[in-house]
């Protein structure tokens, strides 16, 4: 092992709560975090569930919006804040996956109330203190410390209803924070800790909750491993692959988990022998990759195995998208990714993804 060089590495108060059965304690969580006045936010589909989980609260529950939509457009995230303050809101309750989060983060930065978020992907944003609001094609995101949830709960119960398309994708999403947070901007000996056993714990758990979808090992094992993510890529923060699904997303409306499973393999064929021999070794060894295998052909083997996606064609982008999307990629890759690309990398990558090209 060698001895960690300079490091700046921060951690923020938040209280995890982790297990079968946890989402039964919001009252409890509620009262000892001193909220009086809930405003309880999810998603259409997600409006049952919340209601189960909200039910215990009785008068705390100040209120509802169950509008939430993928990308945070600005006028959902209006609505959001203008019935949180209709309610007299002092906390926000998400329950849901990262669009959830993403509209409760909304109400936070504008009004800058706490968050308790329970939850039901793999995505990862409960963790961060990462924003996005959608403005048409725009994507626009931020950090700050008030939107980073307080309290996160964990449940796998609640994740036994993930159908299989998204289990797959979502823990990929949650692979990708982890994979970046060897090298991005922030990395820390702290944050390879948390991303090396978010891996661990994603590669063991994914296929084992898609196998077996209604058994709680496996969905424990995954939700254990989208936490850690989700930690790792709030201290370390993007790079190259987070850079480009970014544009992706914003540019061609993409799919966001789908788009992170097609486009990993691709950004650790190119970064990875750029990387210290020490950080390439362990992400080798934690995704498991057989002597000499690259990370990228583990990850897309992966991805075939959990009958993800591997191509972006199949996700609706064509050859013409490519050239036009280099520029803009090359605007927002951080000047300290270990293998600076060019627009030539940047073409190898997506044409790599495009077609779904094995790394191997
Ligand atoms: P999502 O929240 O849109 O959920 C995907 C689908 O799964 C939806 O149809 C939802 O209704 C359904 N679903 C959620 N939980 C379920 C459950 N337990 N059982 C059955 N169905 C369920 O997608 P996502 O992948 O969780 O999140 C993607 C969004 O999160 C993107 O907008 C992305 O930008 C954002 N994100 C943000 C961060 C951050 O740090 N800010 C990190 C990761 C992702």
Request: charged share 20%.
């Amino acid at each position: 092992m060698n001895p960690p060089g300079y490091f700046d590495h921060s951690t923020r108060a938040v209280r995890v709560v982790f297990g079968n059965g946890s989402s039964g304690r919001l009252r409890e969580l509620a009262e000892a975090a001193g909220a009086r006045r809930v405003m309880v936010v999810c998603g259409p589909a997600e409006r049952d569930l919340a209601g189960r989980l909200a039910e215990p609260l009785g008068p705390l529950v100040a209120g509802w919006f169950s509008e939430a939509r993928p990308h945070v457009p600005v006028d959902v995230a209006r609505r959001a804040g203008e019935a949180a303050l209709g309610c007299g809101a002092d906390w926000v309750l998400s329950v849901g996956g990262g669009s959830t989060t993403g509209t409760a983060k909304a109400v936070a930065l504008e009004l800058g109330l706490p968050i308790m978020a329970v939850a039901t992907t793999y995505a990862g944003s409960e963790m961060t203190p990462v924003w996005g609001l959608t403005e048409g094609a725009r994507k626009t995101t931020g950090r700050s410390a008030v939107v980073a949830p307080r309290v996160v709960v964990y449940d796998p119960e609640l994740t036994v209803g993930l159908p299989a398309g998204v289990t797959a994708t979502s823990a990929l999403n949650a692979l990708a924070h982890c994979a970046e947070a060897f090298y991005a901007p922030g990395t820390s000996p702290i944050a390879a800790l948390l991303a090396e056993e978010g891996i661990r714990a994603l590669v063991a758990g994914a296929p084992e909750a898609v196998a077996h979808p209604d058994e709680l090992p496996g969905r424990a094992l995954t939700l254990y491993g989208a936490h850690l993510a989700g930690a790792a890529f709030a201290t370390a923060g993007s790079d190259l692959h987070h850079k480009i699904c970014h544009v992706l997303g914003g540019a061609l409306d993409l799919p966001h988990a789908e788009t992170h499973t097609v486009v990993l393999p691709q950004v650790l064929a190119f970064v990875e022998p750029a990387l210290p021999e020490e950080a390439r070794r362990r992400l080798r060894k934690a995704l498991g990759a057989q002597d000499g295998e690259p990370a990228g052909a583990a990850v897309f083997d992966l991805a075939t195995s959990l009958g993800a996606p591997t191509a972006l064609s199949d996700l609706g982008m064509s050859p013409e998208d490519v050239g036009p999307l280099i520029g803009p990629i090359l605007e927002q890759v951080p000047d300290s990714t270990p293998r600076p690309p060019g627009a030539e990398g940047v073409r190898t990558i997506l044409e790599g993804a495009l077609e779904g090209r094995s790394p191997r």
